[in-house]
């Protein structure tokens, strides 16, 4: 199985900044995945980071607004730009293995 | 579209057993996922299925009828910390896998 490590685990961001989480895992994977975890409810997919090439978006996410790394197999970063309060979220990467999905730990962000 | 149902809330009584269903109709489909995440922490993975009929591991079994678009997971002999959140996902593999999560159901035990 494969272990991720996300960091930072929480931050406060003031509106307008960006903030950048980074996505280890300790083995390769093909496939990456952001997630976006709003209190009280379940995970929503933002997008497939590809390694190689430009990250896949889901319908109601766009690039500008979360721009995407994937420079090799075991690592990813996230960037969610131009931040307001609605981008107060939980984020979470995650990784494919064979049989399952591994995820990160998240990282807590409020905006103020 | 992607389209992954679940109860948002269900209450049962330690030592009791408790059936939390999950309906989806999605692009591609390459396998279901449940998952259990407690408030503040990471999803854990329980389960996964396929194939048709019943996956068994322990207390926990999940079942998948891919005809209906239908799934559950079953959980016996319930315990105070089986208190979590319940996540259904289904795999799709239209162009590429990935991972799209149902509405996920909020289980509470109590003594």
């Known amino acids: 199985s494969a272990v991720i490590s996300q960091k930072p685990s929480r931050d406060i961001c003031q509106r307008g900044t960006s903030l950048t989480i980074q996505c280890q895992v300790d083995s390769q994977v093909t496939m990456m995945f952001w997630y976006r975890q709003q209190p009280g409810q379940s995970l929503t997919l933002i997008a497939t980071?590809?390694?190689?090439?430009?990250?896949?978006?889901e319908s109601g996410f766009v690039i500008d607004k979360f721009p995407i790394s994937r420079p090799n197999l075991t690592f990813s970063t996230l960037t969610v730009s131009n931040l307001s309060p609605e981008d107060s979220s939980i984020y979470l990467c995650?990784?494919?293995?064979?049989?399952?999905?591994?995820f990160g730990q998240g990282t807590r962000l409020t905006v103020v | 579209g992607q389209n992954i149902d679940q109860p948002t809330e269900m209450t049962a009584t330690e030592g009791a057993i408790v059936q939390i269903n999950c309906t989806y109709q999605t692009s591609g489909f390459n396998g279901l996922f449940w998952y259990q995440q407690h408030a503040g922490e990471a999803p854990t993975f329980l389960s996964y299925?396929?194939?048709?009929g019943l996956e068994e591991k322990g207390r926990f079994s999940s079942f998948l009828s891919r005809s209906k678009g239908y799934s559950y997971l079953l959980l016996k002999e319930l315990q105070m910390k089986d208190s979590a959140s319940y996540l259904c996902?289904?795999?799709?593999?239209?162009?590429?896998?990935?991972?799209?999560f149902g509405t996920g159901t909020r289980l509470l035990v109590s003594p």
């Open positions: 995650s990784a494919f293995d064979t049989l399952e999905a591994f």
């Open positions: 996902a289904v795999r799709t593999n239209t162009g590429f896998q990935k991972l799209v």
């Open positions: 299925n396929v194939l048709d």
């Open positions: 980071a590809n390694q190689g090439s430009e990250a896949t978006y």
